[in-house]
């Protein structure tokens, strides 16, 4: 059984910096999509970064660009999602989700953060920025 382990929330104030941590296990394959994700209270579930593990291609959604940074550790099955400058409207529970299938197409992986097709979700970790 795959599961997915979040860590790394908390509260944080806006201009601040947090990593995330998401942990797999049970997955037996060696390649996979991996995704973070962030629902906010009221709002729509949003996709923000999407890896391939078999090369560590990444893919960000536009609202995250250049403030968030997706890394992996292979060794221990662990992804970061590194978020700096933070602003109050970054305020949501974030969960990584997996998907075992992969493409050597970067539409496949914005498509995932779109449509949030995964098929395997963690509990998430919630962020709070204060202002």
């Known amino acids: 059984e795959v599961q997915l382990v979040e860590s790394g929330g908390g509260v944080v104030q806006a201009g601040g910096s947090l990593r995330l941590s998401c942990t797999i296990s049970?997955?037996?394959?060696?390649?996979?999509?991996i995704a973070w994700f962030r629902q906010a209270l009221g709002k729509q579930r949003e996709g923000l970064a999407c890896?391939?593990?078999?090369?560590?291609?990444?893919y960000y959604s536009d609202s995250v660009t250049g403030r968030f940074t997706m890394s992996i550790n292979d060794a221990k099955n662990t992804v970061f999602l590194e978020m700096i400058s933070l602003k109050p409207e970054d305020t949501a529970v974030y969960s990584c989700?997996?998907?075992?299938?992969?493409?050597?197409?970067?539409?496949?992986?914005?498509?995932?953060?779109?449509?949030?097709?995964?098929?395997?979700w963690g509990k998430g970790t919630l962020v709070t920025v204060s202002s």
């Open positions: 989700a997996l998907h075992p299938e992969t493409y050597n197409s970067g539409s496949f992986y914005r498509g995932l953060l779109l449509y949030g097709r995964m098929e395997n």
């Open positions: 049970g997955f037996g394959g060696d390649d996979f999509a």
């Open positions: 890896m391939r593990k078999k090369d560590g291609s990444t």
